[in-house]
């Protein structure tokens, strides 16, 4: 992902919402240091240009003052629609207020599209990336949401130069059970790619956690499947299960991860506090490889 970023000929711009956040202002600046992209500071310009003094930073970005966070996430936000920024990111207002804000008709970033987080994990020994979606937007999605993560999802993949990503659709068991709706909704999503009616990857469902990331289960199991054992993208039956996986690599493992909010009319980087430094700067990095290719 840094390759592909840093291999673009042009520097993005985030437009960062109610910028007095010292955790986002520190991710921020080492991405601009980085030269992954530059900064437009939307906030109460009084408490950042304190915590960037409290940082030992040097301002050298735009500020826009508004104190109220939800004004300045819909102020971020119409920059990013302008085209004047390229990317929104969360600082201390809270989610639900920042998306309302990318929501907007009139000053949004709404596209009719499905919006969708795309988690991205490099887990040591293991010898591929892998990508996690839905961790933290869409609750329980219905087989149209699912379509819509799987299209974000596969776009991203595609656009690091896996030409067909494989999409494993996970459920509690590798078998349809009319009573697991999540598991006919991996069946469906496979025969539609089948049919041709998703194309640009594959996708085989339903498949546990473990028949999709190990050729052995897989095998044990007698399946047989060009996905299973060598998942790309985990398609996860609801919020539960995909934050569950999020947090279990992030806290067992020792894992580098990042992730984006896709289906916008730009990509959006909503972090939590909880999240280390070096996630929230690859989070960017992942958003400005977005913006690069869409």
């Known amino acids: 992902i840094y390759e592909k ?13 109610a910028a007095e956040d010292e955790p986002v202002l520190q991710a921020v600046a080492k991405a601009k240091e980085m030269g992954l992209c530059d900064a437009v500071l939307v906030g109460d310009e009084e408490k950042i240009l304190s915590l960037l003094e409290g940082l030992s930073m040097e301002n050298t970005f735009k500020i826009i003052p508004e104190k109220n966070p939800a ?54 020994g293991y010898d591929r990336m892998l990508y996690v979606t839905d961790a933290a937007m869409n609750t329980y999605p219905g087989l149209k949401e699912k379509m819509g993560i799987l299209h974000n999802a596969v776009a991203f993949v595609k656009s690091l130069g896996t030409m067909m990503p494989k999409v494993a659709v996970v459920c509690a068991v590798e078998v349809v059970n009319e009573a697991m709706q999540a598991t006919v909704d991996a069946a ?107």
Not at 5 to 17: E, F, K, L, N, T
Not at 257 to 275: E, H, I, N
């Open 71 to 124: 004004a300045a996430a819909k102020i971020a936000a119409n920059l990013v629609r302008e085209g004047e920024c390229d990317i929104l990111m969360k600082g201390l207002v809270d989610t639900k207020s920042l998306l309302r804000a990318v929501l907007d008709k009139e000053k949004g970033l709404a596209t009719g599209n499905l919006i969708s987080h795309l988690a991205a994990f490099e887990v040591p």
């Open 5 to 17: 970023v840093q291999g673009s000929d042009r520097r993005r711009v985030i437009a960062v919402a």
């Open 188 to 294: 469906m999503l496979a025969k539609m790619n089948d049919r041709g009616q998703i194309k640009g990857c594959l996708v085989d469902g339903p498949l546990a956690l473990d028949n999709a990331l190990s050729l052995e289960a897989a095998e044990h199991k007698g399946i047989k499947s060009p996905v299973a054992g060598l998942a790309d993208i985990l398609l996860m039956p609801n919020i539960e299960s995909g934050n569950v996986l999020y947090k279990g690599l992030t806290y067992t493992t020792q894992s580098k991860s990042g992730g984006v909010l896709l289906g916008a009319k730009a990509p959006v980087v909503v972090t939590s506090r909880a999240d280390s430094f070096e996630s929230k700067v690859n989070s960017i990095a992942m958003a400005v490889l977005n913006a690069s290719n869409s």
